[in-house]
C-alpha cells in the first residue's frame, strides 16, 4: 500500500505520530522514498497542498493532509479519521483574513475592489462569494503575511499562534474557515480487502497514538482504609485497576488521566495519603 506523508511543516510531527503508532520512518538525504519498517507499505513525501489530488487519482492510496486542502483542490477522497494535530502540538489551524493594522479595512466588505493574497485560492474565492465582496484574489507562494500593504490589500493566510501576524503589523479581520490534519484514502482503495484493512489498521493505531498524546499513566499505593477517598479523586478513563501488594494494608492503584489534570491531582492524591506516586507516558490508548 502506498501511503503519502506530508513534507513541510507537518513532516516531523507525523513521522512523530507514526512513530507512536509503531511505524518507524527514516527519511534518507533528499529521497522523496521514506524507508518505513513495514513491508507492506510503501511510503512517499508529497506537499499536504496536492496529497489529495494524488490520492483521488489513485496514485497513492491512502495519505495525510488538511482538510482545507481537501477543499480547497475540491477533492474526491474517503475522510478515513480526524486527527487533531498540527506543526506546533495537539490543536487545529485556522485560515485567517488579515489587514494591517490602523489601515481602513475592518470588514470583509471593506475589500470590495480590492487585492488579497493567499495559498488557498479556491478557498478564498468560496469565502468571498458567500459575503458578497467582489474582490481579486491572487496566488502567493509564500511569506504571504510580509505583502501587505505594497503587494496586496489583505490576506487570507493559515495561522497557529498569530505571533507572525503580529510581526509583520497585521491584525485578524475575521476567521475564514478552520482546518485540522486527516487521514484520507482513494475510492477504490477503500474497495480493496487488503487495502481496506491496513488502513484501518493505521488509522486505529494513530487514533490511539493521538489519544495517548493527551493522557499519562498514574500508579500509587493506598493505604485500604483510604481507598474509597483516593478512587474519588481520580477520573479514570474507565475505573482504576487495584492490584493487591505483599503489604495486605495496601493496594496498588493505576489509572489513566488528561495530562492537563494532572499538576491538580497529584498533589490532592498526596494530601489524601496515597504514596509511591508514578507518572508515566503513553505510546497508545485504545478506547
Do not use: H
Not at 16 to 32: C, D, H, T
Not at 66 to 71: A, C, E, R, S, V
Request: aromatic fraction near 4%; include cysteine.
Amino acid at each position: 500500500m502506498k501511503l503519502g506523508i506530508p513534507k513541510g511543516s507537518l513532516q516531523d510531527t507525523t513521522i512523530e505520530l507514526m512513530k507512536k503508532a509503531g511505524f518507524n520512518i527514516k527519511i534518507n538525504g533528499r529521497s522523496y522514498y521514506p524507508v518505513i519498517d513495514d513491508p507492506e507499505i510503501e511510503c512517499i513525501l508529497i506537499r499536504a497542498q496536492e496529497m489529495s489530488r494524488y490520492v483521488e487519482q489513485g496514485i497513492i492510496d491512502a495519505g495525510i493532509t488538511g482538510k482545507d486542502w481537501i477543499i480547497e483542490n475540491s477533492s474526491d477522497v474517503v475522510e478515513v479519521l480526524d486527527m487533531i494535530y498540527s506543526k506546533s502540538g495537539l490543536g487545529k489551524v485556522r485560515w485567517i483574513l488579515a489587514a494591517p493594522k490602523d489601515g481602513k479595512i475592518k470588514s470583509v466588505q471593506d475589500l470590495e475592489g480590492k487585492k488579497i493574497a493567499t495559498e488557498a485560492v479556491n478557498i478564498a474565492k468560496d469565502y468571498f462569494k458567500r459575503n458578497n465582496v467582489n474582490a481579486t484574489v491572487e496566488f502567493s507562494w509564500g511569506a504571504t503575511e510580509v505583502k501587505p500593504p505594497e503587494l496586496c490589500d489583505a490576506i487570507i493566510d493559515v495561522t497557529e499562534t498569530g505571533s507572525s501576524l503580529k510581526a509583520n503589523n497585521l491584525e485578524i479581520i475575521d476567521v475564514v474557515m478552520e482546518s485540522n490534519t486527516k487521514l484520507i484514502a482513494n475510492n477504490d482503495a477503500m474497495k480493496d480487502p487488503e487495502k481496506r484493512k491496513k488502513i484501518d489498521q493505521i488509522s486505529l493505531l494513530l487514533e490511539s497514538a493521538l489519544v495517548a498524546m493527551k493522557k499519562v499513566g498514574l500508579m500509587m499505593n493506598v493505604e485500604r482504609s483510604k481507598l474509597g477517598q483516593i478512587t474519588k479523586l481520580i477520573p479514570a478513563l474507565k475505573n482504576p485497576t487495584i492490584s493487591e501488594l505483599t503489604d495486605q494494608n495496601y493496594v496498588a492503584v493505576n489509572t489513566i488521566i488528561d495530562e492537563d489534570q494532572v499538576r491538580e491531582i497529584i498533589p490532592k492524591l498526596k494530601l489524601a495519603g496515597a504514596s509511591g506516586i508514578v507518572e508515566y507516558t503513553l505510546n497508545k490508548v485504545v478506547i
